[in-house]
């Protein structure tokens, strides 16, 4: 984007703070459901500031800029935003301070902060509001003068929505209703107000696409102990999709009148999960209502995969391996035969081996083809074609993932292209020895994420390293990509790493290192929670690798392995051919074979 356009914007921007004597003014990614990504209508903070990853926040003031953002946009965010007058603020870097500490040093007494609530969680806005009370200043909720700039805005999307059949959900719809009601009595509850996406798609087993390479649709979800009304755009509703609603009992509403209904709600005890349920909504319900702050019974419900889910998830995993072996069959035979490929190139091709699948719905993110100094870049994002995959490069990184009816994928591989040096392959050892120290690990019940998180850094903490990441995030089903509410980081500041991880949970697990400007690694497999054994010390549970891509034996300094190391990698490798066999050609085998198990040989 032109850096020019975007100081005109900010100084329109400023123009209209002037205005309505506003001070500070703050926007974020994000929608009024708190969704990761979102849809073109909402990105305003995108229009401002040029930057499209997922995780920010913008402060404006009348003369400066300040764009917060985590590790893994570091590098991106630099380059966005040169030239622009937005100053780079890197989260969790020594002396950068905190999005609420630079207010605190912005903020005098009788300033005016001002956002529009819709975008931001009660959790969010109760901070700032502290930070306000603190420095002397008004905050003004709901202002969206800003919108007013956001010329050639995109309409909000109303795609048709589908039906997940029990087969692949598990569970019925109305089963689920009648397990989150349970909860709402149990926390003495007779209203449940639902704004996360996620959670609505779950609870009712629909599927939609108004958010790209997200099977979610626009929509809130009121439940009562009597019924359940839907607030969604009337546009995306077939006729099969209206009686299956009315046969579950639940009311349908179009979405604009969300507010209004809400404004109705009197004397009620009601359930909302801060971190999810934007703070316009908490304003006008917390009047004449009674507000118990919890997380959502349908994020727990969800984030355990159930028997059917789990076995449709070994099912989807091969067939992700299929179509990814066979992209890299194909690969590296036509480079081998002298064919250009750029980044692009990469992920088409890997699409349309996904896409054979009929259980196939769509890529699960934006994939990440990146090769030599690009995969540096934690979440690059090519181009055009992107750049030209050379034997220069000593690795191609490819983070890709599918959303099929039997589940979600996401994987990552980084694939030797070149000669990779004697540091390249002690790091690429190194990650690995990482993902494997998570993949091997046996834990006891009620381990959080935070702990099984330090045994793949400590592999890079030995030398000094780290990576700007998690190292893994659960995964739903049919779902986002990147689900909670739990994780694996070491941080225990945030609540979602100390949540206990039982069986049933799917996870990523994704350890990496990236040297700037010349290249990156990363290794991720799809974990799923399994039961080990019951002793007399309690209950201990360990790992099921879904993922069935072999690693890259080019890559591995096989000095650095143990013994354990060593046959944990070829026994992987053994599976992963075992289970392929029946569904590749035997020349891929053949290939495969020399490619992946003869080096372990």
Partial sequence: ?????????????????????????????????????????????????????????????????????????????????????????????????????????????????????????????????????ECG????????????????????????????????????????????????????????????????????????????????????????????GLFVSTKSLTEEVKD?????????????????????????????????????????VGKNNEIYSRTNPSSYLKAVKNETEQANLRKVNLIDAIAYIKFLYEFEKRRDSGEIFTENDCAVLLRDKRAISKSFISESFSPIIATGKNAAVIHYEHQGNG?????????????????????????????????????????????????????????KKGTPGAVLDILARNELWKEGLDYRHGTGHGIGYLLSVHEGPFSLSY???????????????????EPGYYKDGEYGIRTENDLLVVPYKETAYGEFYKFEVLTLIPFDPKGIDFSMLNKNEYECLKNYHDRILNSLSPYISEEESAWFIARFISPLL
Avoid: W
Avoid at 406 to 432: A, F, W
Avoid at 491 to 509: H, Q, R, T
């Fill in 491 to 509: 941080n225990s500041k945030i609540p979602s790493n100390l949540i206990a991880l039982v069986p049933g949970m799917l996870l990523s697990d």
């Fill in 137 to 228: 200043a008004t905050f003004l909720s709901r202002y969206n003068n800003p919108e007013k700039i956001f010329f050639q805005r995109k309409p909000l999307p109303s795609e048709k929505l589908y039906i997940l059949e029990d087969k692949y959900s598990g569970s019925p719809a109305v089963q689920k209703i009648e397990k989150i009601k349970a909860a709402m009595k149990d926390d003495n509850c007779d209203t449940h107000i639902i704004c996360s996406l996620t959670d609505i798609a779950y609870i009712l087993n629909l599927r939609g696409s108004d958010i790209p390479f997200n099977p979610l649709f626009l929509s809130y979800l009121v439940i009562t102990m009597d019924d359940a």
């Fill in 387 to 443: 750049c030209r995959i050379s034997d220069e490069d000593a690795f191609l990184l490819t983070d890709t993932g599918g959303h099929y009816l039997l589940g979600t994928t996401d994987v990552t591989r980084t694939i030797v292209i070149g000669t990779p040096s004697d540091e390249q392959k002690h790091m690429y050892t190194i990650v690995l020895k990482a993902n494997m120290a998570v993949s091997e690990a046996v834990f």
């Fill in 244 to 284: 299956y609603l009315s046969g579950i009992g639940v009311k349908i509403y179009p979405y604009e009148d969300f507010y209004t209904y809400i404004e109705a709600i009197s004397s009620k005890n009601i359930l909302l999960d801060e971190s999810l349920v934007n703070y316009a909504t908490f304003e006008i």
């Fill in 1 to 133: 984007m032109n850096k020019n356009e975007i100081k005109l914007r900010l100084t329109s921007l400023r123009n209209t703070m002037l205005k309505s004597d506003v001070d500070i003014y703050i926007c974020t990614v994000g929608d009024h459901h708190m969704s990761e990504y979102v849809c073109n209508h909402f990105k305003i903070l995108e229009f401002f500031s040029g930057f499209s990853g997922s995780r920010a926040t913008l402060a404006v003031t009348a003369d400066e800029a300040f764009l917060f953002t985590d590790g893994r946009y570091f590098l991106e965010a630099e380059e966005v935003l040169s030239g622009t007058g937005i100053t780079l603020m890197r989260e969790g870097v020594k002396g950068v301070p905190s999005l609420n500490e630079l207010l605190t040093e912005k903020l005098q007494q009788g300033d005016c902060l001002a956002l529009d609530s819709r975008y931001f969680s009660i959790s969010f806005v109760k901070e700032i509001l502290s930070v306000c009370s």
